[in-house]
């Protein structure tokens, strides 16, 4: 993600911060321009230069300390690009619910930054009903007989978050007992997104159709029987040669999600790199390939093979520092060729490259 700072003071500033620290303004974030905007702590109208007329206000959710995004006053809904795709929010009597709803709207805006920054379509379902995207965050908790089959997940646009998955033991206990490498909010986000594009802008088209099946497989063969025989076999042996995860093997469908998944993770990271100005030189006798200059911002390069030669370096270097700190890789995955191949694809299609 890009490094904010504070209009008004250039004090540094984080995506979610609603008030500048240093001078204490105000602060939204304005996505059409990916910026946040400052206001002085006494106004109360946010009025931007170069907007004309139009008045903004914060987005309802900001009520909760939920969303700090703004909004035009005179959208009748009251809520942001971002807020308006929640169809469903945990139940804010219930207390340990807010709490968790936070962090899930912490990565849930991320994400979004993140598909505007590509020119992916944002569209709320509950405006577009047959092409548009939500979100249920639902919780297990007094769903009686149903709960066993409220899980995360996509379906027709709809992308079901649990909020378990918001509680940090629930969630390495199941890192644990699905044997998982990494299990985050946002990674969630990610992956489930990807079912919902792949349905958007793979699906509909005969040509990308064909091409994603020469890339990923064919995706016809039963998903249910696959899922079933993966849960019970586990992965091939050999998964590493072609998938970035082993639940990536399964089937094409969840390679392409794990995959678009990844893709987004390599773009974050390098993006946040280039702000920070990033440079990698280690000390090593051949350091040809682990040697990195973040140099150029991820979402206007059109080459994945040089996007991806700046993450191996960087996420080498990263996981190395988090080590020296005891805690886990921030990537603790191997990135192989074929794996770039299907990235390659994935960055061709958001860019239009192919159609
Ligand atoms: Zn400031
Ligand atoms: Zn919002
Ligand atoms: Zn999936």
């Known amino acids: 993600m890009k490094l904010f700072q504070c209009q008004n003071c250039a004090h540094p500033l984080f995506f979610e911060n609603d008030t500048c620290e240093k001078c204490r303004y105000q602060l939204a974030y304005r996505d059409s321009t990916f910026d946040l905007i400052a206001l002085g702590p006494d106004s109360a109208d946010w009025t931007i230069p170069n907007e004309g007329s139009h008045q903004f206000t914060y987005c309802k959710n900001h009520d909760f300390n939920a969303c700090n995004w703004l909004v035009l006053k005179t959208d009748t809904t009251g809520y942001c690009t971002a807020c308006k795709l929640n169809r469903t929010i945990p139940d804010l009597s219930i207390k340990k ?31 577009h009903p047959e092409t548009g995207l939500c979100f249920d965050f639902l919780s297990r908790k007094g769903a009686g007989e149903n709960s066993k089959n409220i899980m995360t997940g996509h379906a027709n646009g709809v992308v079901t978050i649990l909020i378990s998955e918001a509680d940090s033991v629930l969630r390495e206990q199941m890192k644990r007992d699905m044997n998982e490498r990494y299990r985050t909010l946002i990674g969630h986000f990610r992956h489930e997104v990807g079912h919902y594009y792949w349905e958007q802008l793979i699906f509909p088209n005969d040509k990308i159709l064909n091409d994603f099946r020469n890339v990923f ?23 590493r040669k072609n998938f970035i995860s082993k639940y990536a093997s399964s ?42 200059k973040s140099a150029f911002d991820p979402y206007d390069e059109p080459s994945f093979k040089k996007i991806v030669s700046k993450a191996i370096p960087l996420f080498f270097s990263i996981n190395s520092v988090n080590r020296s700190m005891g805690i886990a890789d921030v990537y603790p995955f191997v990135i192989s060729k074929s794996v770039i191949k299907k990235m390659e694809f994935i960055h061709a299609l958001v860019r239009r490259d192919i159609a």
């Open 217 to 239: 497989g064919d995706e016809r063969p039963s998903y249910g029987k696959a899922l079933k025989e993966y849960y019970k076999n586990g992965p091939e042996k050999k998964w």
């Open 97 to 127: 619910n807010l709490k968790k709803w936070k962090r899930i709207e912490v990565a849930k805006h991320r994400l979004i930054y993140q598909l505007q920054k590509l020119s992916l379509p944002v569209q709320s379902k509950l405006s």
């Open 251 to 292: 089937h094409p469908w969840e390679d392409w999600a794990e995959t678009w998944a990844h893709y987004l993770h390599i773009l974050d990271t390098l993006e946040t790199a280039y702000y920070f100005g990033i440079k990698v030189k280690p000390q090593l006798t051949n350091k040809k390939h682990m040697k990195m």
